[in-house]
């Protein structure tokens, strides 16, 4: 299977999940301040971390499902990067999904991109690397926030979210890979 079509694959997975919660839920996240969901999307991260360290588990969880939190809280935040946030939840479900789409465009386009010039050196990456990088990403993300988005040389918050994405599609394509 190429990199392309095992994109595609965790994407509809993240896809269908994320449209199953906007029926239950409605578009209630569209409330959440940018920096609400950099939260979230930390405490995901700090999670899958734990459970890459510990010994032992309280809480019947995995590391796939966190990244596909992740995947979902960090297309979110693209769209309100787009529209900015709401007093309400002003979305339908269908008009969500198509922001969403959108977005996991941008997220795949550039995964293309980097792929062709970086080699797909992703491949050779451990999962715990990539949620070392995905804790260092938010980090710089809470840190351009903290400084009302202004950078002086580096690139911005959506760049930065779009790499934590994609970084999340490799993990579960490497934690997948395992499985089979």
């Given at each position: 299977m190429t990199t392309n079509q095992q994109f595609d694959q965790v994407m509809e997975t993240c896809r269908d999940l994320f449209e199953k919660k906007t029926k239950d839920y409605g578009t209630a996240w569209r409330i959440l301040r940018?920096?609400?969901?950099t939260d979230q999307i930390y405490i995901k991260a700090c999670r899958i971390r734990s459970l890459q360290e510990a010994t032992e588990q309280k809480?019947?969880?995995?590391?796939?499902s966190e990244f596909i939190g992740i995947i979902n809280y960090s297309l979110m935040a693209m769209i309100q990067i787009e529209l900015g946030f709401a007093d309400k939840?002003?979305?339908t479900?269908?008009?969500a999904l198509t922001h969403?789409?959108?977005q996991v465009k941008k997220s795949k386009d550039l995964m293309i991109d980097k792929n062709h010039d970086y080699g797909e050196a992703?491949?050779?990456l451990r999962v715990s690397s990539l949620t070392d990088l995905i804790l260092q990403k938010l980090l710089r993300i809470k840190q351009i926030e903290d400084n009302q988005g202004q950078t002086l040389v580096s690139e911005g918050i959506e760049a930065n979210y779009l790499d934590i994405i994609n970084y999340s599609v490799f993990a579960l394509i490497h934690l997948n890979s395992k499985q089979n």
């Open positions: 940018l920096s609400s969901l809480i019947e969880e995995n590391e796939d939840a002003d979305l479900s269908e008009k969403y789409n959108v992703w491949r050779k």
